[in-house]
Every structure is written in C-alpha cells, then in structure tokens.
C-alpha cells in the first residue's frame, strides 16, 4: 500500500500471484493525539522522530502524543502512523484585499504554529482577462523563516460560475480553502509598498489557535466522517494501536478504550492501554481492572507507570510509546511469537519503574492481565508477564498469552494480504493446490525460524470448487492448524478471503484435535 493517503481514497496494492509470503513483515504502530500542526484526521507515515518533529511539530507540553512518538523511535520502532485530532481548533485566516472586498482563505492546518502566507499577481494573464490572477501559497517554519511547503495556482477566476473559479481549485490544495463571503472583485496585485513592480507576501491577518483539550469523543471520532479512530480506514494495516493520554492529567477514558478494542479486534491489531496514575498500587491496578470490565485478548496492559531519571518534577509518566516501540524491536529481531524480555530488549536506561513491584505482586498482575515494568540488569527495566487482558474465559483462554495472540494475528495479517490475488482467479482445483503451496511455504519458513513446537501443519483451501451453501459470495476459504511454540496445544484458523473483503470465521481461534483432520 502507498504510504500517501490521498484525500480519503484508500489505494490498496494487491501482492503478486504465487509470491512468497514474508515471514519478518516489519511491525507497524498507529497513535492517535493532540499535535502543534498537521493535517486532522489523516494518518501520516513517520519513520524516525525527525519526520514526526517536520510534520507536527516538536514535543509539546500540552499533549502526550509528541513524547510518545519519540519513546517509540528510542525504542525500536520503525513504522508509525500519526493521526492528528483537535478540539474546536482553528487555522490561520488570511485576506487579500480584493478593490472592497476581500479573498478570505483559511489554512487547512489549524494550529497557532501554523503559519502560511500568499501572494497574487497578474503574470501572463491578458490585459482584457480581468477576472483571473495567479495565486502562490506558501507554509513558512515559524522558526526559521524557510519556506517549508509552496503552492501555486495559475489563471484562476474570482467568480463563481466559471470553471477555474478559485474556490474549485482550492479544493486539491493542503494549504488553504476559500472562506465565505467570496470576493466580488479580482484580488488585487500584492506589492511591496511603494513598490508598484516589486511583489511581497500578505501574511495572516488572524492567527490559527489550538484549540481545548481532547474528550474521548475526538479519539474515537466518527466512521462515517473517518475522524479519530476512524481515520485509520485511510490505511491497509497495522499492528499496534496506541492512544497516549490526551491530557496533562487526564487519562483515556473507558469509553475511549472499549471504543479502541472493537476497533483493535475488527481490524487484526493489539491495543495498548496505559495504567491510571491514580493506581497507587499492585492492589488498586487489580480492582481497577476488574471493575472497568477490561477482558479482550487484543488489549495489553501493564503497570506501573515510569519516571524519567534526572526529572525535576518525578513526575510518572506513561510508556505506552516505549512499549510498542520495543514490540516492533522484538518481531523484527526475534519474532513476535517469543516472550518478552529478551536479551537486549528493554526499556531505555533514561526510564525507570515510578514503584517497585515484588514478587507476589508481580504474580497478581499478571493474573489480573498486567504486564509489569520492573527494574532489570544494567539499570534497564523489563517488561514482564507476557499476557494480555483475555484472562477468565474459556473462549479467550488460548490467547491469555501475548505471544500466542500476537502470533496468530501476524499470520492471520499477512496471509490476508499475501493472498489476496487468489479472490481474482479463476475457481478451480489448480488454484486450490497453489494456495496451499504458498500457504504451506510460509508456515515452514516460519518454522525453521523456531516459530512453531512442530512442522505437523494443516492448510486446507477451499477456492470456490465445493459449491459451499453457506457461501453466496465469491471468494476462498484457507483452514489451518499449528501449534505454536509456548501454546498448550494446536490452534486452528479459518480464513475467509471475498473480493469486499477478509474474515476470521466463527470457527476461529479455537483449540482443535489435529485427528479430526486427517
């Protein structure tokens, strides 16, 4: 998939027929939060935290999502998604005066740091076509000066009815709109004063404000406008979803979270949840958890928080960024399906555990769901426990165990993606036997690399040439039975593969007797 979204069409590309599937796909994360600047409700691809500073702006007191974006890249990860959300805020105003009137733009960008500017002439336009002009836009690093982005936006007209009409063309730029009331005259040349000839820049003439602190509904936004949570439509896939904190003392709330985890489950993705920093100790996180209903295999908690060493204020900070960045350390270098705390994989040396949790109640916690952070060699703390929030049900049981939940959602991924040219072949047996081999290879691969206790593998494929009664809809059907390396036994999937879309089917994530299928 491209890594641009392109004003809300999702461009998805389709894996070659009969390619190897890959066995190390790089972990990818997607945040969600407050920033200085950036598009709202678009998520960006950021690869280090240089890009996340140049597309939204440096770490910023009043938001979580800047320390957390850089906890992730000192940690391991490679690949975040950023998604911008706001609360009432506003971009910077601009008006180009226009013989009484004016052309009102607005930046698309709302932020006070946002700062664009424009510029109009008449260059190569007819004396007797004096309905058009030239329009330059410009995004200027406030700190700088440099221009860090540029538009320009040749013979357009100020009225409505025409078909270069400027309100039309603003519409593909990613720096500003047009603002009623629209100018009745052609915006009128931008010079340097006193220098009829010599051509300047209008400035804003209202500054962009950042608007108030997020609620939990501006994380979980709206699917059908694709806001918050939902702008992660815009995108194919990711592994880890993160929600930091949206302010300085508030936490994510449970409607957030609940909200968060149907969206983690719908789309193949575990959910990292911070602990409260009201949780005092081993018992409060317990009781909390227990009373906030928090029971699905696709959330991973931990406790407690961590502190920066050296930090004046001692404040306990989360580190739910540096978690998901060592996850992504992890599958690359040794795969998802071992424990955590491997060597070499632990929290940076600047953070440390805010409190000290023994050993019966590090037991606790992990009963309870939660990973702990405990100090560990050379200074580095750990993440232990190994678990995730899917504890006391018979149906979760299996997936009790991060590793396991987290293994089965990387084959059930990437075999979604890998496979997904088979949905546009013709049916028949040919297709069934090439499905099985790729399906086949891939799970032999991963064995080599110590991924599963055995290479006693099912793949059965069904592509279309059984003339199943409880399948109108054209596709195929891949049914697999492993048993992964720390599972008490084989677990067996059922892949379904239509052309609108992928699904696990009810028969999923089940344990099953390898002996039924033979």
Same mark, same amino acid.
């Given at each position: 998939m491209s890594d641009a979204v392109d004003r809300g069409i999702t461009v998805t590309e389709i894996a070659p027929m009969d390619q190897p599937i890959d066995v190390c796909p790089e972990t990818t994360a997607a945040f969600i939060g407050r920033a200085l600047r950036g598009p709202l409700n678009t998520p960006l691809l950021v690869k280090n935290f240089g890009e996340f500073r140049r597309r939204f702006g440096d770490v910023w007191g009043r938001s979580s999502l800047g320390p957390a974006a850089k906890? #992730?890249?000192?940690?391991?990860?490679?690949?975040?998604? +950023?998604?911008?959300?706001?609360?009432?805020?506003?971009?910077?105003?601009?008006?180009?005066? =226009?013989?009484?009137?004016?052309?009102?733009?607005?930046? +698309?960008?709302?932020?006070? &740091?946002? *700062?664009?500017? =424009?510029?109009?002439?008449?260059?190569?336009?007819?004396?007797?076509?004096? $309905?058009? #002009?030239? !329009?330059?836009?410009?995004?200027?690093?406030?700190?700088?000066?440099?221009? +860090?982005?540029?538009? #320009? #936006?040749?013979? !357009?007209?100020?009225?409505?009815?025409?078909?270069?009409?400027?309100?039309?063309? !603003?519409? *593909?730029? $990613? !720096?500003?709109?047009?603002?009623?009331?629209?100018?009745?005259?052609?915006?009128?040349? *931008?010079?340097?004063?006193? %220098? /009829?000839?010599? /051509? &300047?820049? +209008?400035?804003?003439?209202?500054?962009?404000? $950042?608007?108030?602190?997020? /609620?939990?509904?501006?994380?979980?936004? /709206? %699917?059908?406008?694709?806001?918050g949570l939902f702008a992660l439509e815009q995108i194919e896939h990711f592994d880890l979803l993160y929600l930091p904190p949206p302010g300085k003392r508030k936490d994510v709330g449970p409607t957030a979270v609940l909200a968060a985890e149907l969206y983690s489950r719908e789309r193949g993705a575990m959910l990292i949840v911070d602990p409260s920093p009201q949780w005092a100790s081993a018992e409060e996180a317990v009781n909390a958890v227990r009373d906030l209903g928090y029971a699905s295999p696709n959330i991973l908690g931990y406790y407690p928080r961590v502190v920066e060493r050296g930090s004046e204020d001692g404040v306990a900070r989360p580190a739910g960024g540096a978690i998901a960045g060592l996850l992504c350390k992890q599958d690359r270098t040794c795969g998802p399906w071992q424990p955590l705390g491997q060597h070499g994989i632990g929290l940076h040396r600047g953070l440390r555990p805010v409190s000290n949790v023994s050993s019966e109640e590090e037991h606790l916690l992990v009963r309870a769901g939660l990973n702990v952070i405990n100090g560990g060699d050379a200074g580095k703390a750990r993440l232990s426990g190994c678990v995730t929030m899917g504890r006391g049900s018979e149906v979760y049981a299996t997936f009790s165990k991060l590793p396991v939940r987290r293994f089965c959602l990387q084959i059930i991924n990437t075999i979604a993606q890998a496979t997904r040219w088979a949905v546009f072949e013709p049916e028949d047996i040919t297709l069934a036997k090439r499905l099985r081999g790729q399906v086949l290879t891939y799970l032999y691969c991963l064995n080599d690399l110590g991924a599963f206790v055995d290479e006693e593998f099912i793949v059965q494929c069904d592509a279309g040439v059984s003339d199943r009664s409880d399948s109108k809809e054209r596709g195929i059907t891949i049914l697999l039975v492993f048993h992964p390396v720390g599972c008490d036994g084989p677990i067996s999937l059922t892949l379904h593969q239509t052309a609108s879309g992928f699904r696990v089917g009810s028969t999923a994530f089940g344990l099953t007797i390898r002996s039924s299928f033979d």
């Open positions: 906890q #992730f890249f000192d940690h391991g990860g490679l690949r975040l998604y +950023v998604v911008r959300v706001a609360n009432n805020a506003r971009g910077a105003m601009l008006c180009l005066p =226009a013989s009484g009137s004016a052309l009102v733009l607005r930046a +698309v960008e709302p932020g006070s &740091t946002v *700062t664009i500017r =424009a510029a109009v002439d008449y260059d190569r336009i007819d004396d007797d076509a004096d $309905d058009l #002009f030239n !329009l330059t836009l410009q995004r200027v690093d406030p700190a700088t000066g440099l221009v +860090v982005d540029q538009e #320009f #936006f040749h013979k !357009l007209s100020w009225q409505e009815e025409s078909v270069s009409f400027v309100g039309d063309e !603003l519409l *593909t730029s $990613d !720096l500003a709109r047009i603002e009623h009331p629209f100018p009745t005259h052609r915006p009128e040349r *931008t010079t340097a004063a006193g %220098r /009829s000839y010599e /051509s &300047t820049y +209008v400035d804003h003439a209202q500054a962009g404000t $950042d608007g108030i602190e997020l /609620s939990n509904y501006d994380l979980v936004g /709206s %699917r059908r406008e694709r806001s």
